[in-house]
């Protein structure tokens, strides 16, 4: 596989529920991160990790847990949700962070929270 | 505070040009990125510039005035698939992206 992939593609959830959102990259880079998007707003940046150590947290609420065990995999679970969590969650790699290249887009995680 | 604004919709015509335009003010400035996104699919990116002036790669042109603190998106010989939503996002002093809502191009036949 190449690029950025994200599983699962979508996701419905309820509030008591505990699952994890996947997200692998092929591209060699060093930093991962993810946003979360609702309709028509802008992008919202969660968390960013840089060569595995998390560099930025975006004051995420705790019900949110990232993981990174390594530069190509980063992982979301979820745990007590709302439904205004209900989003589409991205992933992005790019060759470092706080450099200017690029950031690499997954296809996304549509979640439902029911 | 740090802000973006771009038109929320516009809509053109096959073969037409139309340009997207974007305003914002950052704490700091280390360049200015464009990216597509189709409904349902990820980002992906189109531009950067850093410097004053228009970057052109092929049907799709981007220009930067840091002065005014604004860029636009050229988009030429409209084509159907050209129909998805274009997001601005200047990097800050912490080479942050700070995202727009993004403008969704309508383009019709």
């Known amino acids: 596989e190449t690029g950025v992939t994200q599983t699962p593609r979508h996701l419905v959830m309820g509030m008591t529920n505990k699952k994890s959102l996947k997200c692998e990259q092929h591209l060699g880079h060093n930093a991962m991160y993810w946003y979360k998007q609702s309709a028509k707003k802008p992008l919202e940046l969660m968390f960013v990790?840089?060569?595995?150590?998390?560099?930025e947290n975006n004051s995420v609420p705790s019900r949110f847990s990232p993981e990174c065990p390594n530069s190509s995999h980063l992982f979301l679970h979820l745990h007590t949700l709302q439904p205004e969590d209900s989003a589409l969650y991205l992933c992005?790699?790019?060759?470092?962070?706080?450099?200017?290249?690029?950031?690499?887009f997954g296809p996304g995680t549509r979640l439902t929270v029911l | 505070g740090q802000n973006i604004d771009q038109p929320t919709e516009m809509t053109a015509t096959e073969g037409a040009i139309v340009q997207i335009n974007c305003t914002y003010q950052?704490?700091?400035?280390?360049?200015l990125f464009w990216y597509q996104q189709h409904a349902g699919e990820a980002p992906t990116f189109l531009s950067y510039?850093?410097l004053d002036g228009l970057e052109e790669k092929g049907r799709f042109s981007s220009f930067l005035s840091r002065s005014k603190g604004y860029s636009y998106l050229l988009l030429k010989e409209l084509q159907m698939k050209d129909s998805a939503s274009y997001l601005c996002?200047?990097?800050?002093?912490?080479?942050?992206?700070?995202w727009g809502a993004g403008t969704k191009l309508i383009i019709k036949p």
């Open positions: 950052t704490s700091g400035f280390n360049g």
């Open positions: 996002a200047p990097m800050d002093s912490n080479y942050q992206l700070i």
């Open positions: 992005a790699s790019s060759i470092i962070a706080g450099g200017s290249g690029e950031q690499f």
């Open positions: 990790y840089n060569f595995k150590e998390q560099t």
């Open positions: 510039n850093v």
